[in-house]
């Protein structure tokens, strides 16, 4: 008991430290505990968050804020459109035509599975058998799932309507009435908070970098990666390049998960040929480019951390908040780091946590 009490008051004699994990613990708490309900709430504070980079920009032009969240906001809802007219449309066909297409590409990887004993001898046909009889079991249950998914949509309809609504508007408000929410906010929070203070400004910009180097990140690698595949065409190339997108949300794993099916649908188009190889060199150089040029110019200020701490985080958040906790797995992470080198020690003791 000593040992702890001791360790205690090393750690927490400072009454901003104990305010700085006081907060922390409600955060997390009302994040843990009402997250679904105020998902639409989370989504919209990114959101803003993300779009509030421009206005801080156009603000250093002599701009009046009012309408420059004015006319951002109006360019969010215009892209907003553009995605579910212009790109959920193709988007959806494509996915349509590959579940079409599934049992063609499932027959064709079994008679190339059943040939492998004759070229492999290693590999036995009662592998392979065992093989196809697993693969069979998986898909019948993602078909079972997929069904069930689409028995209860009406539900998931409604869910994302109430969101078109409500997300635009929580957006604007949380624009336009910036600063009167955040002097509400700390209305509630103790005058003695340095500590809180510092430490959210250092994850503050961290975050900000890190969400819209993110967006800019997802957005340039699909783009690009829909003119390559284009070019070079593949089919599903819409779908594909979304993929590859969304992809980057997760380093390291991300790239290696979706090359699975990039190398899949250029293999049943092509088979091992050229057009395999150039597309593969092709989409190897993006996300080389990606990892090597791109990367580095988006993150500049962002805190670099380990890849171990990387991908310990990316498990532990996307455990904790699913796909938003994968998405801010980095700067989860860079919260914690800011937070051990922000907190207070005392001279004569504590080990240095950076």
Same mark, same amino acid.
């Given at each position: 008991m000593n040992l702890i009490k001791q360790w205690f008051q090393r750690?927490?004699?400072?009454?901003?430290?104990?305010?700085?994990?006081?907060?922390?613990?409600?955060?997390?708490?009302?994040?843990?505990?009402?997250?679904?309900?105020?998902?639409?709430?989370?989504?919209?504070?990114?959101?803003?968050?993300?779009?509030?980079g421009i206005i801080h920009v156009m603000e250093g032009w002599g701009a009046p804020r009012t309408r420059v969240v004015i006319l951002?906001?109006?360019?969010?809802?215009?892209? +907003? #459109?553009?995605? =579910? /007219?212009?790109?959920?449309? @193709?988007?959806?066909? %494509?996915?349509?035509?590959?579940?079409?297409?599934?049992?063609?590409?499932?027959?064709?990887?079994?008679?190339?599975?059943?040939?492998?004993?004759?070229?492999?001898?290693?590999?036995?046909e009662a592998q392979i058998t065992d093989l196809l009889s697993l693969l069979q079991k998986e898909v019948t249950v993602q078909g079972q799932r997929i069904l069930s998914l689409s028995l209860s949509s009406i539900p998931g309809v409604i869910t994302v309507l109430?969101?078109? +609504? #409500?997300?635009? =508007? /929580?957006?604007?408000?949380? @624009?336009?009435?910036? %600063?009167?929410?955040?002097?509400w906010i700390t209305g509630f929070l103790p005058t003695?908070?340095?500590?809180?203070?510092?430490?959210?400004?250092?994850?503050?910009?961290q975050l900000g970098n890190y969400v819209r180097g993110k967006f800019w990140e997802i957005l340039i690698v699909g783009i690009t990666t829909f003119i390559v595949f284009s070019l070079l065409g593949i089919k599903y190339a819409i779908l594909l390049s979304v993929l590859v997108g969304f992809s980057v949300v997760?380093?390291?794993?991300?790239?290696?998960?979706?090359?699975v099916p990039v190398a899949l649908v250029a293999w049943f188009q092509w088979g091992w040929g050229a057009d395999f190889a150039w597309l593969m060199v092709a989409y190897g150089i993006i996300q080389a480019l990606d990892g090597n040029v791109l990367v580095p110019l988006l993150f500049s200020e962002v805190v670099n951390l380990h890849p171990v701490a990387i991908i310990v985080a990316i498990l532990v958040f996307g455990g904790l908040w699913g796909f938003w906790g994968v998405f801010f797995a980095i700067p989860l992470a860079t919260l914690v780091s800011a937070i051990l080198v922000a907190w207070p020690r005392p001279a004569n003791g504590g080990v240095d946590a950076t």
């Open positions: 750690y927490f004699s400072d009454p901003q430290a104990v305010v700085l994990a006081v907060l922390l613990v409600i955060g997390s708490s009302v994040v843990l505990l009402m997250g679904g309900m105020l998902a639409p709430v989370l989504a919209s504070l990114v959101i803003a968050f993300l779009l509030e951002v906001f109006l360019s969010f809802m215009a892209f +907003i #459109l553009f995605l =579910l /007219l212009g790109v959920v449309p @193709l988007l959806w066909g %494509q996915a349509l035509e590959l579940i079409r297409e599934l049992p063609n590409y499932l027959s064709r990887g079994q008679a190339a599975l059943l040939q492998l004993p004759q070229h492999y001898p290693v590999i036995t109430v969101y078109l +609504i #409500l997300v635009p =508007l /929580l957006v604007f408000f949380f @624009l336009k009435d910036k %600063q009167l929410i955040i002097r003695e908070r340095k500590l809180s203070t510092d430490v959210w400004r250092d994850v503050d910009v997760v380093p390291y794993i991300g790239a290696a998960v979706v090359t």
